[in-house]
């Protein structure tokens, strides 16, 4: 990813976490070191196509973040949470960033269809092999670690 | 008697965060109506007297944009606000749906404040 996008991608979370969660978003230069303690981990997947340009935003992090993320947006305990909370609140933020993303890189002239977002569970050597890959963009959540990419169709 | 609102998101989350966000304002709420796509909506247009709607727009069966396309043959446009919560920022787009007859586009996640007076203007 180059470094406008990252800072995009910093600027897109960073917003979109404040508003929705009250949760707070920092860059972080180094990969999360590998911690059996933050798996099971979600990974949440959503496409995009335009007439211009297609691609798609992923984002991962700990099964425990995302749970936080869904008592804050709903403001209730985690023992009222939804069976699927963690889930249903990664793919709602990753929802709300991916369409926020591309009217700040691609304008608002431009319509997208977005796809239904996906999540899955990460391993622990998943997680760790994701981490260590360079691709994405690392990020704290209140001391929690995300990893985030933007891929975009050549 | 109070209002009956039906709530169209695929998103547990974002249904309970709108019921939450109408109860907390001083509207008078008396029924609650929830549906995961627009096919879920229609079926409860038929069996209920409703008179909101706030509908998402990217929802897997039946999308939003269809939903409204099906409630403007039934005519049910006029006499039923729908108030699209979306994350849909194209201009087109938005200008698409107010065309097709929506009385108010709200971005998510949308603020409060703001909800509850696009909301009171509309019903009261």
Redesign the interface.
Known sequence: MDTNDSAMLLQVFSS?FE??AFMFVDADDDPPEPDSECCPCLLAQISFSGRDHQGRLEAAAPEDLCEEL?EN???TGREEL?D??AE??I??VL??A???L??EKFG?????D?S?PETRTLSEPEWNELAAGGRHLFLRVDESPMLVRLFLDA | MGYNVLIVD?????R??VA?TLGISDLDISGYYYAENGKQALEQLDENWIDIVFADI???VMNGIEMIEEMNKKDLLTTIPVVVI????????IDHLKSMGIRAYL???FVPEEFARVVKELLQ
């Not at chain 1, 608002?108 to 997208?112: K, L, W």
Request: proline share 6%; charged share 25%; with cysteine.
């Open positions: 979109v508003d929705f869904a947006i709903l403001g939804p699927d909370a249903q609140a793919t709602e929802n709300v991916c369409g926020y591309l009217a608002t002239d431009e319509v997208f977005l239904i | 695929n998103s547990v989350i974002i309970k965060m939450k990217n929802m897997p979306s994350t849909e920022r194209s201009r087109d787009r971005q998510k996640p």
